[in-house]
C-alpha cells in the first residue's frame, strides 16, 4: 500500500478520479439491482469531488440509467456507462445527459440482437438477457457452470455475426451496435477536462481497454484477483477506499 500511496500523493493537478462501480466501488453481488458502494466511500467521494482541482467520474459497464440509480455520488460527478456509449453528468436536478440516438439500421440491429439473445437463455436457469441503449447483454452469473460457457459461446458468436462490438467481462457478454470502450471514453474526458494524471481502479477485463489509455504520471489500481497491466493493486472496495483517502 505505502508505494500505491506514495503514487497517489505524486499525482499532478487538475486531476481527474475514474472509478469503475461493481466490484470497485461496490462489492460484487448476485442480483445487480442490490450494489451500492462501500458505506465508507460514499463521504470519500463526496470529499473528493469537492475539490476545485479534482473531478470525479464513475466509468461503468452498467446503462446510465442503471448507474445513477445505484450509485450515490455528488453534484457534478461524471457518469460513463454502456462501457463509453453513453455518458452524463449529475446535477442537482438529475442528469445531464448526452442522448443517444441510433440510426435506422442499428436500431434493427439492436432489436434483432435482443431477440436472437433472448432465444440463448431460454430454459437455461440463472441466465438472462438485458437490453441497454446501444447493446444487448447475456448475464450468467447465476448459471451453473455448464448452461453458463454455452451462453457465453453463443453470444460471442452472435456477437460476431450482428455486433459492432463485443465485450467478454465476469460472467457477461456485451454485444454493441456502437463502437465503445472505457479506455476511448475516458482518453476523452481527460482532454475536455486538461487533467493532468488520471487516476483510474477497476476489477473487470473490460477495466484494462482504461489501463491502457494511461500513462506515467496516472494512477492505475487493479481490484481483486486476475491478470491486469495495471501497476497497483488492492483486494477490493474497502481497501480502494482507504486508499482514496490518502487524495485527501
Known amino acids: 500500500m505505502s ?4 503514487a497517489l500523493a505524486a499525482t499532478g493537478r487538475p486531476l481527474l478520479v475514474a472509478l469503475d462501480f461493481d466490484g470497485t466501488l461496490a462489492p460484487l453481488q448476485d442480483d445487480p439491482s442490490l450494489s451500492r458502494i462501500v458505506p465508507a466511500g460514499v463521504p470519500v467521494l463526496a470529499s473528493i469531488a469537492d475539490r476545485p482541482d479534482v473531478s470525479l467520474a464513475l466509468v461503468s459497464g452498467r446503462a446510465l440509467q442503471s448507474l445513477h440509480a445505484l450509485a450515490e455520488v455528488p453534484e457534478g460527478t461524471f457518469l460513463i456507462g454502456s462501457h463509453g456509449a453513453e455518458r452524463a453528468r449529475v446535477t442537482r436536478f438529475g442528469l445531464d445527459r448526452d442522448v443517444v440516438q441510433l440510426p435506422d439500421a442499428d436500431a434493427d440491429r439492436l432489436a434483432t ?7 440463448i437463455v431460454r430454459g437455461r436457469d440463472g441466465a438472462w438477457v438485458e437490453t441497454k441503449p446501444t447493446a444487448v447483454v447475456v448475464h450468467t452469473r447465476l448459471a451453473a457452470d455448464e448452461d453458463a460457457r454455452a451462453c457465453e459461446l453463443a453470444a460471442l458468436e452472435l456477437g460476431a455475426e450482428l455486433g459492432s462490438g463485443v465485450l467478454h467481462g465476469k460472467d457477461v457478454v ?13 482518453a476523452a474526458l481527460r482532454d475536455e477536462l486538461g487533467a493532468v494524471s488520471v487516476v483510474y481502479a477497476g476489477d473487470d477485463t473490460t477495466d484494462e481497454h482504461a489501463f491502457a489509455v494511461l ?3 496516472d494512477v492505475a489500481i487493479k481490484v481483486g484477483a486476475g491478470d491486469t497491466s495495471a501497476r497497483y493493486r ?3 472496495p474497502d481497501e480502494l477506499v482507504e486508499s482514496l ?3 485527501l
Do not use: M, N, P, Q
Not at 508505494?3 to 506514495?6: I, S, Y
Open 215 to 217: 500513462g506515467e504520471r
Open 234 to 236: 488492492v483486494d477490493g
Open 113 to 119: 440482437l435482443g431477440a436472437r439473445a433472448a432465444s
Open 3 to 6: 508505494d500505491l500511496t506514495d
Open 174 to 186: 456485451e454485444i454493441s451496435v456502437l463502437h465503445a470502450s472505457k479506455g476511448e471514453a475516458l
Open 245 to 247: 483517502i490518502t487524495l
